[in-house]
């Protein structure tokens, strides 16, 4: 099984920026995609971005694209998403997963792995 962790959350200001950082450990060899699933109050949940296992291709959301950018350090098995000029239409809870074997960028579902969630903030 493949563990998530994720860190980087926190409340900053519209058009701010912050960082999320997803660490991967265990039987992460099978590792089809990674990527980063939002859910905000009362809305459904949302790919925000995702990233295939060979770090070679990407896939966002309409909305974060341009503003948002994800990349993998793999040696340490790290998964980022620089967030940069930050709406607060990007409030939610971010969620690091996981996905073995295939995976489809724009829906990876069902997942196989989640993290436990870290919150951004964004006011206005």
């Known amino acids: 099984q493949v563990k998530l962790v994720e860190s980087g959350g926190g409340s900053v200001q519209a058009t701010g920026s912050l960082r999320l950082s997803c660490a991967a450990s265990?039987?992460?060899?099978?590792?089809?995609?990674m990527g980063w699933i939002r859910q905000a109050p009362g809305k459904e949940r949302e790919v925000v971005a995702f990233?295939?296992?060979?770090?070679?291709?990407?896939y966002y959301t309409e909305s974060v694209r341009g503003r948002f950018a994800i990349s993998g350090d793999d040696p340490k098995n790290i998964l980022y998403l620089q967030m940069d000029s930050l709406k607060p239409e990007d409030t939610g809870m971010y969620y690091c997963?996981?996905?073995?074997?295939?995976?489809?960028?724009?829906?990876?579902?069902?997942?196989?792995?989640w993290g436990q969630g870290t919150q951004v903030t964004v006011s206005s």
């Open positions: 997963a996981a996905k073995s074997r295939v995976c489809r960028l724009n829906d990876p579902y069902p997942v196989d792995a």
């Open positions: 265990g039987s992460t060899d099978d590792t089809a995609c």
């Open positions: 990233l295939s296992g060979d770090g070679l291709t990407t």
